[in-house]
């Protein structure tokens, strides 16, 4: 069976047929040989999914229905100090059906946070990877654990072996949070025997909350 190839397409979607970025075109046409007619699933990023055909640069719209967003769930983590890390754990969370990725702003925090186009083009290429139909928001900037909402619960050490109820899971940096930045009452959430990296950890806790 032949693969289909998804991709997100954005507004308008107001007629017959979607337009398709110069980019995406080119990898439909020249990397994948597509020909017009070829079938090709489609989605806004926002819980609309079809499948149509191949025209020239746009696709033609075929049957579309809604999908229902997989999670509300955020997770808030220090970012890796590497690029290469930062884009493993977006394009994962993003695949496994997060709602939202915030960047924590801690102490001991050193990562530099990649901009935000290129974030939003990692979330992209996982959300046609894994033919989504939700695109998974990221904050533009830096938040502090005091900003989070909901029910939070701190990835750390010698914390319950169970989250509970969790809206938001947070993941701190690799150096650990300093004392003053758990706000009194926080829960915390034990995730294992070894220490993990920063991405496998928020991949592990995310899993894991999912699967819950």
């Known amino acids: 069976m032949k693969h289909i190839p998804h991709v997100v397409v954005g507004a308008p979607w107001d007629g017959p047929t979607l337009t398709l970025a110069v980019l995406q075109w080119r990898h439909l046409n020249k990397v994948l040989r597509l020909d017009r007619g070829d079938v090709v699933s489609y989605t806004d990023g926002l819980g609309t999914i079809g499948e149509g055909r191949l025209g020239n640069q746009v696709l033609e719209r075929g049957e579309e229905r809604g999908v229902e967003r997989p999670s509300t769930l955020t997770v808030a983590v ?19 059906g997060v709602a939202r990725l915030s960047w924590l702003d801690t102490q001991h925090g050193k990562g530099r946070l990649a901009g935000a186009a290129k974030v939003f083009s990692w979330v992209l290429t996982a959300v046609e990877q894994s033919r989504g139909a ?79």
């Open 134 to 212: 939700w695109l998974m928001e990221t904050t533009p900037g830096l938040v502090r654990i005091s900003e989070l909402t909901g029910e939070v619960v701190v990835c750390h050490t010698g914390g319950d072996r169970s989250p509970g109820d969790a809206d938001v899971i947070v993941i701190g940096p690799e150096g650990g949070f300093a004392d003053e930045e758990l706000p009194e009452g926080t829960r915390l959430w034990d995730l294992g025997p070894t220490i993990l990296r920063v991405e496998t950890a928020a991949v592990v806790a995310a899993s894991r909350i999912l699967r819950w």
């Open 78 to 96: 220090a970012p890796p100090a590497s690029k290469d890390r930062q884009r493993f754990l977006v394009e994962k969370l993003a695949e496994l």
